[in-house]
């Protein structure tokens, strides 16, 4: 069993309480994990604190090496990495391999970026009666930054907090989900072993009832970045004040299908879309609107390939579907679905449970209020549904509170344009899943999934300031 301490200013420091980890595909234990004290977190902030005065006199070619350092460190690492995810978050091993090979080239892409901070000249002379005078931007780190990730993607979202905010000379306090921290403690060793200054990367673990407050309202913090759900990103924004904040949050993904684009270019792919680590995805699709022209043939298709899903252990390389991250998530959308059920809805394959997992699941005929519909289900569940016309499509995808991707298939570029326009999210992805995200890309919802955007460059932003400087040549 694997016993974690906390990593404070460079080193493991042991607590008094610890909790328990269980594999969540078997529930066997598998490590004993450190429970931080919101004291100890204020050491870790001070400690960042004092290490971020010292590492932002660091060059930005400096910067970019640690980083690139990272990047080949996880590289040779992979391997062992993938199984960590595997085993404490039960995605497919597969899926923890294209996750590792992401986190990588997210790193990458914060190292490239680092060399990127750029200003700008501002033409002061424009206003009257000014001469003599050049102004100019210039864009610096804020200091200490916290970051509170999620359990579904334990190495690359930490990574789109972790990598800008080193790309621009910040300090981080990092609590990662309580179900997935072994994944975020193996990165103490490798940004140590990458050459990243003692301090700057404090790792404590821990419940986040007990830890977020002092997270977001300790003084010497001056950005939160936090991803989780909505509830709980609405509190963290109440609560932040003046801090910069960038919140990434639920999501309920749906996605058009309009007659003009062929069936079986398409049908496989939202099924990924669905089902890929038993759809706790932010952007896993959940919603599937279907002209009524296409309803029934899209349908058979896409139970057919549903049920060619294999549902087992996250180690087995034909593994597609494995657990969910605890069973009290089988337990709630079980009901969901007996509600929906009750409520009329059919189940055209699935809503079959054990304990840990739920096999792949596709509802008709839901009420358009159901829960399956209207809240984030982030289960392996989809429902699909008959429109008429591009509309009613577009206006039933937006009668969700969440905005954060959406899709459409289309070969009309008036109706695709359209959809873009009309769509109320963050991301608008035509002819593909509104799962698709590259790590460069910008990322961030509307409406309740969000505020502020991640994807490297534009995290950059949000974790700097512009600073303008102006000085008068002629005295």
Not at 4 to 27: C, H, M, N
Not at 44 to 56: C, V, W
Not at 122 to 139: F, N, Q, S
Not at 457 to 462: D, H, L
Request: with cysteine; net charge negative; aromatic share 6%.
């Amino acid at each position: 069993m694997i016993k974690t301490s906390l990593w404070i200013d460079g080193q493991w420091v042991e607590t008094v309480k610890k909790d328990t980890l269980k594999a969540p595909y078997d529930g066997e234990t598998i490590a004993e994990v450190a429970r931080a004290t919101p004291e100890q977190v204020s050491v870790a902030i001070e400690g960042a604190h004092r290490a971020y005065i010292k590492f932002k006199e660091k060059t930005a070619y400096e910067r970019a090496e640690i980083l690139h350092r990272v990047s080949e460190i996880m590289k040779d690492k992979k391997e062992e990495l993938a199984k960590m995810i595997t085993m404490e978050a039960a995605k497919p091993l597969t899926a923890a391999l294209g996750e590792l090979d992401r986190t990588i080239a997210t790193y990458e892409f914060a190292a490239e970026e680092a060399k990127h901070l750029h200003g700008e000249t501002v033409p002061l002379d424009a206003a009257p009666g000014v001469r003599d005078r050049i102004g100019w931007t210039k864009r610096e780190s804020l200091g200490v930054v916290s970051a509170i990730t999620p359990f579904n993607f334990p190495f690359n979202l930490v990574a789109h907090k972790l990598g800008p905010a080193f790309a621009v000379g910040n300090a981080v306090v990092l609590k990662p989900a309580s179900q997935t921290p072994l994944s975020s403690i193996a990165l103490a060793e490798i940004f140590k072993e990458a050459g990243l200054p003692d301090g700057m990367l404090q790792i404590v673990t821990g419940k986040g009832s007990e830890l977020s407050e002092i997270l977001v309202t300790h003084p010497l913090v001056k950005k939160v970045t936090f991803t989780g759900s909505s509830a709980v990103g609405m509190k963290i924004k109440e609560q932040v004040g003046l801090r910069k904040i960038t919140l990434e949050l639920g999501s309920n993904a749906a996605v058009i299908v309009e007659p003009s684009t062929p069936i079986d270019k398409m049908v496989k792919r939202c099924v990924d879309g669905a089902f890929g680590f038993a759809g706790q995805v932010c952007i896993s699709v959940q919603r599937i609107y279907v002209h009524a022209s296409i309803y029934e043939e899209f349908t058979k298709a896409f139970v057919e390939e549903t049920e060619k899903l294999v549902v087992g252990s996250p180690m087995d390389q034909k593994t597609d579907v494995s657990a969910m991250i605890h069973p009290k998530e089988v337990t709630r959308i079980k009901e969901w679905v007996d509600e929906a059920v009750a409520d009329g809805a059919k189940v055209a394959t699935g809503a079959e449970y054990t304990e840990r997992t739920m096999k792949p699941t596709v509802i008709l005929n839901a009420k358009h209020d159901a829960k399956i519909i209207k809240q984030e289900t982030f289960a392996p569940i989809v429902s699909i549904i008959p429109y008429g016309t591009l509309d009613e499509a577009i206006q039933y995808v937006n009668e969700s509170d969440l905005g954060l991707n959406a899709g459409i298939f289309t070969m009309n570029i008036e109706d695709a344009l359209r959809a873009a326009d009309e769509i109320e999210a963050g991301g608008v992805i035509i002819n593909d899943i509104p799962t698709f995200r590259t790590d460069n890309m910008p990322y961030g919802g509307v409406k309740t999934s969000g505020y502020g955007r991640e994807g490297i460059k534009y995290a950059v932003q949000e974790m700097s300031e512009m600073k303008f400087i102006t000085i008068k040549t002629k005295l």
